[in-house]
């Protein structure tokens, strides 16, 4: 067992730039879940796969933010012109079937200048 | 929607004694999860504790343990005999136990600082 891993696990972009992050989840594991953490704050849940259907999005996804999960296995997160609001921690996390525990990755920290 | 507060922003505690965290809930549903997460400086978040809303026992972890009042909509945690290891930020966490989106609903989290 592995655990979650993310990548990368800093990004520092440009205003206006493209950035895509990627989520490992457990192997075994058929949810993923997104968060973004803001500082001072616990983190907001973004989005939900079971296995590689897409099922929940917030509306604190905007139509600048897609995430995929192909196969169901690894999943990415996009952001299209990244603005400087955007700048947060993004957290994976994954969990198995009726399973209520969701294991976290270590994040990936989005810094946009 | 569900809301969870944590009131405390930041705690301290002296090595070895014990500390309780606060954590209040408002949601309209009958059968939940609440949970309590660590998250250690520069680490990955991790669960601490879990309690079944229709449990009325009080769930434990070793030197964790829970205040589950659910007529309060109330979910204070315990640590006794706190080490140094556990100084961490703490969040509460709500989970619906319908449907099949198991997302987690964070307070603003606690900061613990155990001191030696």
């Known amino acids: 067992d592995t655990g979650v891993s993310q990548d990368p696990r800093h990004k520092i972009t440009k205003r206006g730039q493209n950035v895509t992050f990627r989520c490992d989840p457990i192997?075994?594991?058929?949810?993923l879940y997104w968060y973004r953490q803001t500082l001072g704050q616990g983190p907001e849940f973004l989005t939900y796969?079971?296995?590689?259907?897409?099922?929940?999005k917030s509306r604190l996804l905007s139509d600048r933010f897609s995430a995929e999960r192909p196969k169901g296995s690894f999943s990415t997160l996009e952001i299209q012109r990244t603005e400087q609001g955007d700048s947060a921690m993004y957290l994976c996390?994954?969990?198995?079937?009726?399973?209520?525990?969701?294991?976290f990755g270590p994040g990936t920290r989005l810094t946009v200048t | 929607a569900q809301t969870v507060t944590q009131s405390q922003p930041e705690m301290s505690v002296q090595e070895a004694e014990t500390v309780t965290l606060s954590c209040t809930y408002d949601t309209s549903e009958s059968n939940y999860y609440l949970f309590w997460y660590k998250q250690p400086p520069s680490r990955q978040m991790i669960l601490v504790i879990r309690q079944e809303a229709y449990k009325q026992q009080n769930a434990t972890e070793n030197r964790f343990s829970v205040n589950f009042q659910k007529a309060a909509k109330s979910f204070s945690l315990k640590i006794s005999d706190s080490q140094l290891g556990d100084t961490a930020m703490y969040f509460c966490a709500f989970m619906k136990e319908s449907g099949s989106n198991y997302k987690l609903t964070f307070g603003k989290g606690t900061l613990l600082t155990v001191n030696p």
């Open positions: 192997s075994e594991h058929n949810r």
């Open positions: 796969f079971q296995n590689e259907a897409q099922l929940e």
């Open positions: 996390a994954s969990s198995q079937g009726s399973g209520y525990e969701q294991y």
